[in-house]
């Protein structure tokens, strides 16, 4: 079946990296995507991969694609407290139309 | 960029009444809404594709009477929990694609409503 994996909560310090890990079921993913929400608003798209990359890269933000695991991660360089908000993972499954989301990890940054 | 409010925010109600939940998309046309329902510390749950102008595709165990959903116009989806019940309570989130945006990753690109909070007493 379908299934995206994250863990809940990842706490790091103001300028230090932080990575946020996933994993996937679905080996006919064609794109998996980032998200990101912030307290009251509503899911803002991050960055997205297409399923034959192995990374890419957008200012601070680094994803990376381990296909053959299905192991998706997000690394954002030189975390801020702005950072601080649930993040995302989704893939693109089942057909045009369909997005499977994790559960969502919480980051809290701190001075 | 594309903005989806969502009314109301909160809203608390007895068991056994019905709830209406409104989706717009402000500055763009959407063909089709999606109605989400996120669990505590769970991943979202697709219930439904909503588009305008046709029947609504629900997902796989979510009962198409209880939550009717109806996407009158290319800017507006309601979602109705009748006869609700202490279990509905949750956080439900829509979202809407941009009619325009076509092909490639993009063109699934969803814009996510704030939510809203359903308290069942």
């Known amino acids: 079946g379908e299934d995206v994996e994250q863990s809940l909560f990842l706490s790091v310090r103001e300028g230090d990296s932080s990575v946020i890990n996933c994993t996937y079921t679905?080996?006919?993913?064609?794109?998996l995507y980032w998200y990101k929400q912030e307290p009251g608003a509503g899911l803002q798209l991050l960055t997205y991969?297409?399923?034959?990359?192995d990374m890419k890269q957008d200012q601070r933000l680094t994803v990376l694609l381990n296909k053959k695991d299905k192991h998706l991660s997000l690394r954002i360089a030189d975390t801020q407290t702005g950072d601080s908000a649930i993040y995302f993972c989704?893939?693109?499954?089942?057909?045009?139309?369909?997005?499977?989301f994790g559960a969502g990890t919480r980051l809290a940054v701190h001075p | 960029g594309a903005v989806v409010s969502q009314h109301p925010s909160r809203v608390i109600c007895k068991s056994g009444t019905s709830v209406k939940i409104e989706c717009r998309s402000l500055?763009?046309?959407?063909?089709?809404m999606f109605w989400y329902r996120q669990f505590p510390k769970k991943s979202l749950m697709l219930m439904a594709t909503?588009?305008?102008?046709?029947?609504?595709?629900?997902e796989q165990g979510v009962e198409k009477d209880k939550f009717l959903i109806n996407h009158a116009s290319l800017t507006l989806s309601t979602l109705t929990v009748t006869s609700a019940h202490p279990e509905d309570s949750s956080f439900y989130i829509c979202?809407?694609?941009?009619?325009?945006?076509?092909?490639?990753?993009?063109?699934?690109?969803?814009?996510f409503g704030p939510g809203t909070r359903l308290t069942v007493l």
């Open positions: 991969i297409f399923s034959n990359m």
């Open positions: 500055d763009f046309q959407a063909t089709t």
């Open positions: 679905d080996s006919s993913s064609t794109y």
């Open positions: 989704a893939e693109r499954s089942g057909g045009y139309n369909k997005l499977i």
């Open positions: 909503s588009n305008e102008g046709s029947k609504a595709t629900y």
């Open positions: 979202s809407a694609r941009d009619r325009v945006v076509a092909g490639g990753p993009s063109s699934n690109e969803q814009f």
